[in-house]
């Protein structure tokens, strides 16, 4: 079971500050963790903990990252998680790794003298899809029910705060309890970047690579409309990789250019032209 070793050090090093664009989504998940941080006033004032935050969005545009910068916003040890690796042969071996996971997120905390936690789980619709959906499976069916259990047991008496961040493509397909109050309650949209959110990620992902002086970024913001940031990603590491191969000094515009065309061909994007 691989949720420890997600959790490593380094990523919980991830900031807002180093995702680009998303400005509504940063904005919103901030405001919410403000309840984690200042739980004190949250108590005085009766107000139920935040238990759970969906993000919702298409793949690569930064969810996990979002949940990293979430967990050293509130000062919380972070846990990861993928919904398919609940999903098992055996009945109730999902329902066990659920509480081991909850477990997992309390150890980790009060090894590193931290209060609370953040369990971030991607692809949550996997486990948490509509009960009786599944033809007869029972095992989804458990494995959301103690994932349920887990979160409404949570209480703001517990010695450690734990925090459900989900992740997911198909709010569509997401059984209705998990959206009820006091469980995923809050929820945040995650949207492809625009144009200037495009340029923001590409910004960052060059900053550590030497760009020859006819690289305009906000051209290449322009020529990748339909892009996420995952894709970003690949255009400057894919520009970086062609100039390598001609032993080039520099990234050029030609390079951009050429890295842009790959990850079009690469991923088949389905776009619009932008112009
Ligand atoms: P999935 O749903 O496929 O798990 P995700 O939404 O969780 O995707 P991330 O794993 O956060 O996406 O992003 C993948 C990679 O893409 C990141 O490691 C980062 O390099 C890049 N990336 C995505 N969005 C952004 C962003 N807004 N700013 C900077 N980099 C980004």
Do not use: C, W
Request: without cysteine; aromatic residues 6%.
């Amino acid at each position: 079971f691989t949720t420890v070793s997600k959790g490593s050090v380094q990523e919980q090093l991830i900031s807002f500050d180093d995702i680009g664009g998303q400005d509504m989504a940063k904005g919103e998940l901030r405001e919410a963790l403000e309840f984690i941080k200042d739980i004190e006033r949250i108590k005085t004032l009766g107000i139920r903990p935040l238990k759970g935050i969906l993000l919702n969005g298409p793949p690569g545009t930064g969810k996990t990252l979002l949940a990293k910068a979430a967990a050293r916003f509130t000062g919380s040890a972070f846990l990861a998680a993928s919904g398919s690796e609940f999903v098992e042969m055996y009945v109730g071996v999902g329902a066990q790794r659920v509480r081991q996971l909850f477990k997992q997120a309390r150890d980790t905390a009060k090894r590193n003298n931290k209060t609370s936690a953040v369990i971030f789980i991607d692809e949550i619709e996997v486990l948490g899809g509509k009960r009786g959906q599944n033809a007869g499976h029972m095992e989804y069916d458990q494995t959301l029910n103690e994932l349920l259990v887990q979160m409404d047991g949570m209480s703001d008496k517990d010695d450690i705060r734990v925090l459900v961040i989900g992740a997911t493509n198909r709010i569509d397909i997401l059984d209705q309890a998990l959206l009820r109050p006091g469980r995923f309650d809050r929820q945040v949209k995650v949207d492809l970047p625009d144009k200037n959110g495009r340029l923001k990620i590409l910004e960052l992902h060059t900053r550590n690579k030497p760009l020859a002086d006819d690289v305009t970024l906000d051209d290449v913001a322009n020529d990748t409309f339909g892009f996420s940031g995952a894709h970003l990603e690949s255009v400057a590491n894919e520009a970086a990789i062609l100039a390598f191969r001609e032993s080039a000094g520099t990234i050029t515009a030609q390079h951009l250019h050429g890295a842009v065309e790959k990850v079009i061909m690469g991923e088949k994007l389905d776009r619009i032209p932008s112009k």
